[in-house]
């Protein structure tokens, strides 16, 4: 089966009471940027993964500590002008994306660069809050008025992104949700850096 790579929303998971994207000063340094850096912003391929990175910037192990959680999830809209040359896949080995080493900063940091000087708006690169970053993610299907679990092959990814926020339109899709506990196996949790 061909991935499929929708690419036109990103979703994002974030407290509530903040705007869900960076437009100013004040954001920490992340996988893909420095601190001090112009607004970054940091989206996921599916709800899914967007939970799944949300649980591993806020360190959740235990699934009595989803009880109290009440997030926000948006799905953000990706310029429909944007092609592949602008989110170009990244060109490093999946050691080099997932490692927290000073090299493999400064690795990621550098193709950053070079890329922002090729006029790319952003990338996509596996996300390091799954074991399996290529895992196949559930999704539901109806058949016949029937709800029915399905496998889509939609890639596992962040998305990031350097533009502007106002370039960014979003959807407040879920006020204050939270995850189901049955994510929490399946997130990685060495070599925690910020989402």
Same mark, same amino acid.
């Given at each position: 089966?061909?991935?499929?790579?929708?690419?036109?929303?990103?979703?994002?998971?974030?407290?509530?009471?903040?705007?869900?994207?960076?437009?100013?000063?004040?954001?920490?340094?992340?996988?893909?940027?420095?601190?001090?850096?112009?607004?970054?912003?940091?989206?996921?391929?599916?709800?899914?993964?967007?939970?799944?990175?949300?649980?591993?910037?806020?360190?959740?192990?235990?699934?009595?500590?989803?009880?109290?959680? &009440?997030?926000?999830?948006?799905?953000?809209?990706?310029?429909?002008?944007?092609?592949?040359?602008?989110?170009?896949?990244?060109?490093?080995?999946?050691?080099?994306?997932?490692?927290?080493?000073?090299?493999?900063?400064? &690795?990621?940091?550098?193709?950053?660069?070079?890329?922002?000087?090729?006029?790319?708006?952003?990338?996509?690169?596996?996300?390091?809050?799954?074991?399996?970053?290529?895992?196949?993610?559930? &999704?539901?299907?109806?058949?016949?008025?029937?709800?029915?679990?399905?496998?889509?092959?939609?890639?596992?990814?962040?998305?990031?992104?350097?533009?502007? &926020?106002?370039?960014?339109?979003?959807?407040?899709?879920?006020?204050?949700?939270?995850?189901?506990?049955?994510?929490?196996?399946?997130?990685?949790?060495?070599?925690?850096?910020?989402?």
């Amino acid at each position: 089966m061909p991935l499929l790579n929708p690419l036109r929303l990103g979703f994002r998971v974030c407290d509530r009471r903040h705007p869900f994207l960076w437009s100013g000063a004040g954001q920490g340094s992340g996988r893909w940027n420095r601190s001090g850096d112009q607004p970054v912003h940091y989206l996921a391929s599916t709800p899914t993964v967007a939970w799944a990175e949300w649980i591993r910037h806020q360190e959740i192990t235990d699934p009595i500590d989803l009880a109290g959680v &009440a997030a926000a999830l948006w799905a953000v809209l990706i310029p429909q002008e944007w092609g592949t040359r602008d989110l170009d896949p990244v060109a490093l080995p999946l050691d080099q994306v997932l490692d927290t080493s000073t090299a493999a900063q400064e &690795a990621r940091l550098a193709l950053v660069e070079a890329l922002k000087k090729q006029g790319a708006q952003g990338l996509l690169a596996p996300t390091a809050a799954l074991h399996d970053s290529d895992r196949v993610l559930p &999704a539901v299907r109806v058949s016949n008025g029937i709800e029915q679990p399905e496998q889509l092959a939609i890639p596992a990814q962040v998305i990031l992104l350097w533009c502007e &926020a106002r370039a960014l339109p979003g959807w407040w899709c879920v006020p204050e949700g939270r995850p189901g506990a049955e994510l929490l196996p399946l997130v990685r949790r060495e070599g925690l850096l910020a989402l």
